[in-house]
């Protein structure tokens, strides 16, 4: 199988169609015709945009018939698929989280936590009047020395990139202690299996944090780097953990992950979720075809 982005989208096309939409329970009943667009193409375009890297919703309704349109030929008007776009969320979500549960890398007993901004707004009246006020709020960014208004994304992921576990907190409201706890108690599938090493920062010490993770209802081990405040030494990996800020690197620059345009809370759930899936897409199809980096989007993103 050849790695590029046609051979990418079909094959996410046939898995969305075949497997994914009626098992997990996506398909349309009731009245009404067949939709000219249906979800898996819709789904499929998403990915395709944030690959190609266009984040502007109306300059790839533009462009996208020239780049995408011999493999879907029907497109939607820009306020139409923008409010499709947000009720395709779950669909979306679902999708990366399929195709990291038939992704090997997954099979592995490690994994990599990380909490990163996104940023949704830069001045003080958006953060006043803006429709994500009380899902946004002012945090501080101790990897860039910066304070930030948005919110805050906490995920975990495989060695290789494959995102299993995410959610969003507001960053002055919850601390990455209880962004943590809050996910893996909200969101069961968020869980990783118990007996698995948890590598991430010290922003996870502490006593009572570190107990929850090694609770029986977990089992987690939590592997993380010594504070300054402690005298007891803990060897830690430090690639792994450059290799998270990678994944988060990649989340960001190639695929657009601060440059989302969202101004309501649907419509910055579904373009985070809409930028996981095309990272899980890329590292299931890139192990499909035996791509010596997993992570890559080069084959993509052109």
Request: charged fraction near 20%; aromatic fraction near 6%; glycine fraction near 8%.
């Amino acid at each position: 199988m050849i790695a590029d982005l046609d051979t990418l989208l079909t094959a996410l096309y046939v898995e969305l169609t075949d497997q994914i939409i009626p098992v997990r329970g996506f398909t349309r009943s009731g009245p009404g015709g067949r939709p000219e667009v249906t979800d898996a193409e819709l789904a499929c375009l998403a990915v395709a945009q944030v690959l190609l890297r266009f984040d502007d919703e109306r300059h790839w309704l533009r462009i996208a018939p020239r780049l995408a349109g011999h493999l879907f030929p029907r497109l939607l008007g820009q306020s139409e698929c923008n409010e499709r776009l947000k009720n395709l969320a779950p669909l979306m979500e679902a999708a990366l989280r399929w195709l990291a549960d038939h992704t090997p890398g997954t099979a592995e007993l490690v994994r990599l936590m990380d909490a990163t901004p996104v940023p949704c707004g830069q001045s003080v009246t958006t953060a006043r009047r803006s429709d994500l006020c009380g899902y946004a709020g002012y945090g501080y960014c101790p990897s860039h020395s910066r304070w930030y208004w948005g919110s805050k994304l906490l995920i975990i992921c495989t060695c290789d990139g494959t995102v299993t576990g995410f959610g969003l907190a507001n960053p002055k409201l919850h601390g990455e202690r209880k962004a943590t706890r809050q996910i893996l108690e909200g969101q069961p599938a968020n869980r990783p299996a118990p007996g698995t090493a948890v590598v991430t920062g010290k922003g996870l010490a502490g006593e009572e944090t570190e107990q929850y993770i090694a609770s029986d209802e977990l089992g987690l081990t939590l592997i993380r780097p010594a504070r300054k405040d402690e005298q007891t030494p803990r060897p830690f990996p430090n690639w792994l953990r450059q290799r998270v800020e990678a994944i988060t690197w990649t989340l960001k620059n190639q695929l657009g992950l601060e440059r989302h345009r969202s101004r309501v809370p649907a419509g910055l759930w579904a373009r985070i979720v809409q930028r996981l899936l095309a990272l899980n897409a890329c590292i299931w199809h890139n192990w499909i075809t035996g791509a010596p980096v997993k992570r890559s989007l080069i084959a993509y993103d052109h």
